[in-house]
């Protein structure tokens, strides 16, 4: 799932209905914001028979306007496939310089926030799998993706990516572009299992938690277990499970900062289990770019609310 922030600048898809303070501390305050309905994003769930792999699709439409900003990704802890059907989508690789995003791509683990910018309509259908899901698929490790976007046809071949574009590009409507990817999804699903035991409790113990269990406990101070784990996690995850946890943990953060306006942030920090404010603060700044003030402060960051309704 795409998590998206707005930079400074007019917003023209969005708007920023209520701010209200809790307290004069500049942290200590929620907001509420309103999405307009020009913006379209659906989620929809998938066969019950992939429901273990495949936490949802989502479809995301957003008409084009000369004046957008760049908007910020943040990570989420999943591997999403995405095709998009509007105009490539610049990704920035420092303040200026840029790359364009491939239109059907692979976007493995993200251990850090960047920016993207769209130069035309956002017409997009993709497929966000849970952390075990994606290595379900390939034979790749999944070390290898980590904060790229990778062309499905580097994955799947030439002949089947191609194939799979345009039949997902041609067909009527999302739920034929369902029917048609899970169509491939059965065909390339691994016969065989290739979660190891290891991995699959810890990240079900991770999600559970929300990410606030430390891997010392689930593995009780053994440090060999820690050491195969860290191996099998890189592999068949992409990213260490102390990173899936932070990961985990920010989603359920933004869910509390953008949906309970009771809430301070301090209140926040430790109802997600920080240590303390400060250690909260720098693990969002860490992967988010900003800290939760700034986030919070900056009017044109509402498009990522839309994603916590």
């Known amino acids: ?16 209905v209520e701010i209200e303070f809790a307290s004069p501390d500049p942290l200590d305050y929620a907001v509420h914001y309103e999405t307009p309905a020009q913006m379209k994003y659906q989620t929809y769930k998938p066969h019950k028979d992939l429901e273990s792999l495949v936490k949802f699709y989502w479809t995301l439409e ?4 000369p004046e957008n ?12 496939m995405a095709f998009n059907f509007g105009e490539q989508i610049k990704k920035y690789t420092s303040e ?3 790359i364009l995003q491939p239109n059907a791509m692979v976007m493995g683990q993200r251990t850090k926030s960047f920016d993207i910018l769209p130069v035309g309509d956002i017409d997009t259908f993709a497929i966000c799998f849970y ?8 034979k790749k490790s999944l070390e290898d993706l980590v904060d790229k976007e990778i062309p499905i046809s580097e994955l799947f071949g030439q002949t089947a990516a191609i194939e799979l574009e345009q039949q997902i590009a ?16 059965f065909k390339i699903l691994n016969a065989k299992n290739t979660i190891s035991n290891i991995v699959q409790s810890t990240v079900d113990a991770l999600i559970k938690t929300n990410g606030t269990t430390a891997i010392n406990v689930l593995l009780k101070d053994d440090i060999s277990k820690r050491r195969q ?16 946890g932070k990961a985990l943990r920010l989603q359920t953060t933004l869910n509390l900062l953008l949906n309970k306006k009771s809430e301070t942030l301090t209140d926040i920090a430790y109802e997600r289990e920080y240590f303390d404010q400060n250690h909260f603060i720098k693990d969002f700044k860490d992967l988010v770019g900003v800290t939760p003030t700034e986030f919070l402060n900056n009017e044109h960051m509402a498009l990522t609310a839309l994603f916590y309704k």
């Open 1 to 16: 799932m795409y998590a998206v922030c707005m930079e400074s600048g007019k917003c023209p898809i969005v708007k920023m």
């Open 229 to 244: 784990l860290e191996r099998h996690f890189k592999k068949q995850i992409g990213i260490s499970p102390k990173q899936l």
């Open 69 to 80: 900003q760049k908007q910020k990704i943040v990570p989420d802890g999943c591997i999403e």
């Open 96 to 98: 200026t310089n840029f």
């Open 131 to 138: 952390p075990i899901g994606f290595a379900n698929f390939v």
């Open 62 to 65: 957003v008409p084009f306007d």
């Open 170 to 185: 041609q067909a009527v409507g999302t739920q034929q572009r369902i029917e048609m990817i899970e169509s491939f999804l």
